[in-house]
């Protein structure tokens, strides 16, 4: 809104300023530094990630009127890297800095029932779904939508606050569970394979696509995305771009956005949500591409021209989940093996300095690079078995 009274293009040297302190913002800063910009970071947690590497961290909640404040003064654009920001935050900041995404943006993304009926309203294919408010909806959705998974309409993150149901009653049960918080209904689709795209749109609706990556999950979390350079664009990956695109638009979206979709066994595709920043599986572009989804996500903020998202090569990235610091057999708490993994040629380590590893929790990846895929699927293997963790190449 105010974006008028800012002058743009913001140059190196300047402040750009990030709310939310996750891995994600952590890695923005790394791209904001080495384009040459100071980044302020607001995040609650004395030992967040981005803070820890920021020029600035504002230690203050999301919501902390002084904390906002001085994060505007010193910061004339400011982007996120979290969609649960309250987007009545956004709105604040907006009065006096730029900020991008916009808060009206995320506010749709922030709620699945909102977000659900923003995509069908873009004409591109969702799963059937009911907006579940209260016992009375479960008992008239539509036998089709089971079995299904019931998914808490706010706050939801790597598969949590969801649950499968195979039946009305247990949907009953789970929604009790969950709180009796409203939720998305949604049918249990066949699956053949999952795809997200990831792209910027600039301010003047500049837009550039990363190739898609083919991701698989374990236990609602994302494991393993996949990009072969060789086969970027075609068919299916053709058609996600498309409705990422139309998504976009729709939204008047800028920022990095990203696009879940998933490919059923009928070869159609369903988009599943969106992501208002970087995503998980866009961190193979920190290698594989000529410039990564973070350093898009600083030249969106500071109103530059968009880098090109051209594959350098194909490209593995593997997650690294708090698991692998237990010891199967034993149970009990070790470091990984970093050594092997870095004697694999083509591996590049991230790790985000979170020192407290837990289940489920994410402590990093490692992008596996090959001149072809079969070379970075099979040095990708390599990898996964010095770490333990499963991979077929
Ligand atoms: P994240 O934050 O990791 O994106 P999330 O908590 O927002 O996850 P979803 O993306 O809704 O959760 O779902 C996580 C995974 O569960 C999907 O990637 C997919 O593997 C599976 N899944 C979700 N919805 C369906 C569905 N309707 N049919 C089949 N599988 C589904
Ligand atoms: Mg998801």
């Not at 394979?193 to 374990?218: I, K």
């Amino acid at each position: 809104m105010s974006d008028a009274s800012i002058s743009f293009p913001i140059m190196p040297g300047d402040w750009l300023g990030m709310i939310g302190g996750g891995q994600l913002g952590r890695m923005y800063c790394h791209a904001a530094q080495s384009l040459g910009y100071k980044v302020a970071v607001l995040d609650p947690d004395p030992h967040s990630p981005a803070g820890a590497v920021a020029d600035m961290h504002i230690r203050a909640a999301y919501d902390d009127q002084d904390g906002l404040k001085t994060l505007s003064e010193r910061c004339k654009s400011i982007t996120t890297e979290f969609e649960n920001v309250p987007a009545q935050s956004l709105q604040t900041l907006a009065l006096a800095s730029s900020v991008r995404p916009a808060a009206q943006a995320v506010a749709v993304v922030q709620d699945r029932i909102r977000e659900k009926a923003f995509l069908q309203s873009t004409g591109v294919p969702v799963a059937p779904y009911a907006a579940v408010l209260t016992p009375d909806d479960l008992a008239a959705a539509p036998d089709a939508l089971f079995p299904g998974i019931l998914k808490a309409a706010r706050l939801g993150y790597d598969g949590k606050g969801q649950a499968r149901v195979s039946n009305r009653e247990q949907a009953q049960q789970a929604f009790a569970e969950l709180g009796g918080a409203a939720c998305v209904l949604e049918a249990l689709l066949p699956l053949a394979s999952e795809l997200s795209v990831v792209m910027a749109r600039g301010a003047d609706g500049q837009t550039v696509f990363f190739p898609s990556a083919q991701n698989e999950h374990r236990d609602g979390i994302l494991a393993v995305s996949v990009v072969d350079a060789q086969s970027a664009s075609q068919g299916v990956a053709d058609q996600a771009s498309k409705a990422a695109q139309a998504i976009a638009e729709g939204l008047q979206y800028v920022g990095v956005l990203c696009v879940e979709f998933f490919v059923l066994q009928d070869g159609s595709l369903i988009v599943n949500e969106i992501a208002p920043r970087p995503h998980n599986s866009g961190h193979y572009t920190m290698n594989a591409s000529i410039s990564s989804q973070f350093e898009q996500q600083v030249r969106v903020t500071a109103g530059l021209p968009l880098g090109s998202t051209e594959s350098l090569c194909s490209v593995v990235m593997l997650n690294i989940l708090g698991d692998i610091w237990f010891d199967p057999a034993t149970g009990a708490k070790r470091e990984p093996d970093w050594s092997a993994v870095l004697a694999v040629p083509g591996a590049k380590l991230h790790l985000y300095g979170k020192s407290d590893a837990r289940r489920g929790r994410k402590m990093g990846h490692v992008n596996v690079l090959g001149a072809t895929l079969a070379q970075a699927r099979s040095a990708a293997s390599q990898v996964a078995q010095a770490l333990g963790i499963p991979f077929q190449p």
